[in-house]
């Protein structure tokens, strides 16, 4: 009762009290305090830990703990159950009022950041994007669905398990650049080959960052990776016509609907005299004398009208030289069907061809 009337001398509501657990956890129930002073030793069955477990479990209110005892084992017990701090008997009230202050502030801050961590789960949850999260030591402490079904796996098989555990690529890739992350705080474009679950492998793109408590230690990772399996086949399949195209001896030009030139091979280097750096981006008229560019235009259109070309043509080398090829022509598409340019096949047959003649039909 005194220190009833002393809570309220400053300035609290006592909307209620209790002598057994039971009995304060009914109450709790009905009255919904913003904080609860525990005696550890109470009547009845439970004592003042017990009945704070079952409170826990029930409500979200802090909980500050009034004791007499000082022994080490039931001082470890009552941490247990995470309390906002501790008045000891006798209490003193110069310091109740602070304490009490104190526990409602920091609770007030652990629901901020409950509700903030709840809405990163939701959100995280959601992203369409796959997400991870590792500790320190590379084991994986969280996935989104999105990972999860990226791969294959149910959650029970993901988390806790290292992370170097689901690559395919050597697991010492992983193993010698985790250091540099947590070194860094961030990786962009990092790229792995994964294992899903049925055997099958997926390339993907890794970007992180790392999150720090207030003095700075390590708490989590934070990364999202994409699927860019396609794009690894498409680069590779690009790379190989690439080599072939390179390696062609006859010239390989492509130039786009206006006559700029986009692709030119070594063959064209070596027969033309123009390098790479030169000619990307020249018009076409630069190898095809005489030919000015209103004729180029309808010889564009005359391409697109018929789709391919066949024949003889005269052309002219970097050094005025002339010389005559035969030419083979067709129209380029996109991906969706347009006609993005012409890609021409030219073979010099100069030696050949005593008296050169030109082709054109218009």
Same mark, same amino acid.
């Given at each position: 009762m005194d220190l009833k009337n002393t809570l309220r001398m400053l300035g609290f509501d006592v909307v209620s009290t209790a002598s057994m657990g039971k009995d304060a956890i009914k109450k709790i129930g009905k009255t919904?305090?913003?904080?609860?002073l525990m005696d550890i030793t109470l009547k009845g069955e439970l004592d003042g830990i017990e009945t704070v477990e079952i409170i826990k479990k029930q409500f979200d209110i802090p909980v500050i703990?009034?004791?007499a005892h000082s022994d080490e084992k039931t001082f470890e017990r009552a941490k247990l159950t995470e309390p906002y701090g501790f008045i000891t008997k006798p209490i003193n009230y110069d310091g109740l009022k602070s304490t009490i202050e104190m526990g409602i502030y920091k609770h007030g801050l652990d629901k901020k950041s409950k509700e903030r961590e709840k809405k990163f789960q939701l959100l995280y949850q959601d992203a369409p994007l796959p997400y991870q999260s590792l500790n320190e030591s590379g084991h994986i402490i969280e996935v989104n669905q999105a990972w999860l079904d990226s791969?294959?796996?149910s959650r029970d098989e993901v988390i806790g398990k290292w992370f170097g555990d689901f690559l395919k690529t050597p697991a010492r890739k992983f193993r010698e650049n985790f250091p540099k992350f947590k070194a860094k705080g961030e990786i962009r474009n990092i790229e792995f080959e994964m294992k899903c679950s049925d055997g099958s492998?997926?390339?993907v793109e890794f970007n992180g960052r790392i999150s720090y408590d207030e003095?700075?230690?390590f708490q989590r990772t934070h990364c999202i990776f994409q699927d860019i399996t396609e794009r690894k086949?498409?680069?590779k399949k690009l790379q190989f016509q690439a080599n072939i195209l390179k390696n062609v001896r006859d010239c390989i030009?492509? +130039?786009d609907l206006q006559g700029k030139i986009i692709y030119w091979n070594e063959g064209a280097e070596k027969v033309y005299g123009y390098s790479k750096e030169e000619i990307i981006g020249q018009s076409?008229?630069?190898? +095809?004398p005489d030919k000015n560019s209103n004729q180029l235009k309808h010889y564009i259109e005359l391409m697109i009208e018929l789709e391919e070309y066949n024949g003889k043509m005269e052309c002219k080398r970097k050094d005025g030289s002339k010389l005559v090829v035969t030419i083979r022509e067709a129209l380029m598409h996109d991906a969706n069907g347009n006609i993005t340019g012409i890609i021409g096949i030219f073979h010099d047959i100069t030696e050949n061809f005593e008296k050169p003649y030109v082709f054109w039909f218009f």
């Open positions: 919904n305090p913003d904080l609860i703990y009034l004791t791969l294959g796996y492998t997926i390339d003095k700075g230690h086949k498409m680069e030009v492509v +130039y076409v008229e630069k190898i +095809y």
